[in-house]
Nanobody
Protein backbone atom coordinates (compact mmCIF):
# COMPACT_ATOMS: atom_id res chain seq x y z
CA UNK A 1 0.00 0.00 0.00
CA UNK A 2 1.19 3.51 -0.85
CA UNK A 3 0.05 6.72 0.80
CA UNK A 4 0.43 10.04 -1.02
CA UNK A 5 0.42 13.38 0.75
CA UNK A 6 0.25 16.56 -1.31
CA UNK A 7 1.12 20.10 -0.30
CA UNK A 8 1.76 23.48 -1.85
CA UNK A 9 -1.59 24.55 -3.28
CA UNK A 10 -3.13 27.94 -2.68
CA UNK A 11 -4.28 31.21 -4.19
CA UNK A 12 -2.03 33.02 -6.62
CA UNK A 13 -2.44 35.89 -9.07
CA UNK A 14 -2.18 35.33 -12.82
CA UNK A 15 1.46 35.17 -13.86
CA UNK A 16 2.51 33.88 -10.47
CA UNK A 17 4.13 30.60 -9.46
CA UNK A 18 3.42 27.72 -7.12
CA UNK A 19 5.25 24.52 -6.31
CA UNK A 20 3.34 21.38 -5.46
CA UNK A 21 4.90 18.48 -3.58
CA UNK A 22 3.75 14.90 -3.20
CA UNK A 23 5.46 12.53 -0.80
CA UNK A 24 4.91 8.80 -1.09
CA UNK A 25 5.14 6.52 1.91
CA UNK A 26 4.14 3.03 2.82
CA UNK A 27 5.40 -0.37 1.89
CA UNK A 28 8.77 -0.59 0.19
CA UNK A 29 7.41 -1.30 -3.25
CA UNK A 30 8.85 0.06 -6.45
CA UNK A 31 7.01 3.06 -7.82
CA UNK A 32 7.23 3.04 -11.60
CA UNK A 33 5.67 6.41 -12.32
CA UNK A 34 4.49 9.52 -10.51
CA UNK A 35 2.46 12.31 -11.92
CA UNK A 36 -0.05 15.09 -11.47
CA UNK A 37 -3.62 15.31 -12.65
CA UNK A 38 -6.13 18.10 -12.19
CA UNK A 39 -9.87 18.47 -12.15
CA UNK A 40 -11.67 21.75 -12.64
CA UNK A 41 -15.33 22.20 -11.65
CA UNK A 42 -17.62 20.52 -14.16
CA UNK A 43 -14.74 18.95 -16.04
CA UNK A 44 -13.12 15.54 -16.14
CA UNK A 45 -9.84 14.82 -14.45
CA UNK A 46 -6.95 15.34 -16.86
CA UNK A 47 -3.28 14.52 -16.94
CA UNK A 48 -0.99 17.47 -16.30
CA UNK A 49 2.45 15.86 -16.18
CA UNK A 50 3.98 12.47 -15.54
CA UNK A 51 7.46 11.16 -14.94
CA UNK A 52 8.06 7.49 -15.68
CA UNK A 53 11.21 5.71 -14.60
CA UNK A 54 13.67 5.64 -17.49
CA UNK A 55 11.73 8.06 -19.69
CA UNK A 56 11.56 11.80 -20.23
CA UNK A 57 8.72 13.67 -18.50
CA UNK A 58 5.49 14.15 -20.41
CA UNK A 59 3.26 17.21 -20.24
CA UNK A 60 -0.18 18.24 -21.33
CA UNK A 61 -0.01 20.68 -24.23
CA UNK A 62 -1.69 23.36 -22.14
CA UNK A 63 1.15 23.45 -19.59
CA UNK A 64 4.22 22.84 -21.77
CA UNK A 65 6.83 25.51 -21.23
CA UNK A 66 5.22 26.65 -17.98
CA UNK A 67 5.20 23.61 -15.67
CA UNK A 68 8.11 21.39 -14.70
CA UNK A 69 7.77 17.98 -13.06
CA UNK A 70 10.65 16.47 -11.12
CA UNK A 71 11.19 13.58 -8.77
CA UNK A 72 13.50 12.97 -5.84
CA UNK A 73 13.86 9.20 -5.72
CA UNK A 74 15.65 9.24 -2.37
CA UNK A 75 12.70 11.03 -0.79
CA UNK A 76 10.06 9.31 -2.94
CA UNK A 77 8.70 12.75 -3.67
CA UNK A 78 7.45 14.31 -6.89
CA UNK A 79 7.24 18.05 -7.46
CA UNK A 80 5.34 20.24 -9.88
CA UNK A 81 6.77 23.70 -10.42
CA UNK A 82 4.04 25.84 -11.95
CA UNK A 83 5.06 29.13 -13.53
CA UNK A 84 3.15 31.82 -15.39
CA UNK A 85 -0.09 30.52 -13.96
CA UNK A 86 -3.33 31.33 -15.73
CA UNK A 87 -6.92 31.41 -14.47
CA UNK A 88 -7.62 28.28 -16.51
CA UNK A 89 -5.10 26.42 -14.36
CA UNK A 90 -7.53 26.68 -11.46
CA UNK A 91 -8.40 23.15 -10.32
CA UNK A 92 -7.87 20.54 -7.67
CA UNK A 93 -4.52 18.93 -8.36
CA UNK A 94 -4.09 15.25 -7.57
CA UNK A 95 -0.89 13.30 -7.20
CA UNK A 96 -0.79 9.84 -8.74
CA UNK A 97 1.67 6.99 -8.28
CA UNK A 98 1.82 3.73 -10.16
CA UNK A 99 3.35 0.63 -8.68
CA UNK A 100 2.38 -1.92 -11.27
CA UNK A 101 -0.29 -3.18 -11.29
CA UNK A 102 -1.83 -0.72 -8.83
CA UNK A 103 -2.37 3.02 -8.97
CA UNK A 104 -2.71 5.34 -6.01
CA UNK A 105 -4.13 8.84 -5.54
CA UNK A 106 -3.52 11.64 -3.13
CA UNK A 107 -6.31 13.62 -1.50
CA UNK A 108 -5.90 16.61 -3.80
CA UNK A 109 -4.79 20.18 -3.27
CA UNK A 110 -6.64 23.27 -4.50
CA UNK A 111 -4.90 25.70 -6.83
CA UNK A 112 -6.75 28.93 -7.54
CA UNK A 113 -5.43 31.51 -9.99
CA UNK A 114 -7.29 34.78 -9.61
CA UNK A 115 -6.82 38.49 -9.08
Amino acid sequence: QVQLVESGGGLVQPGGSLRLSCAASGSSISINAMGWYRQAPGKERELVAVIISGFSPKYAESVKGRFIISRDNDKNTVYLQMNNLKPEDTAVYYCNAVAVPKGYWGQGTQVTVSL
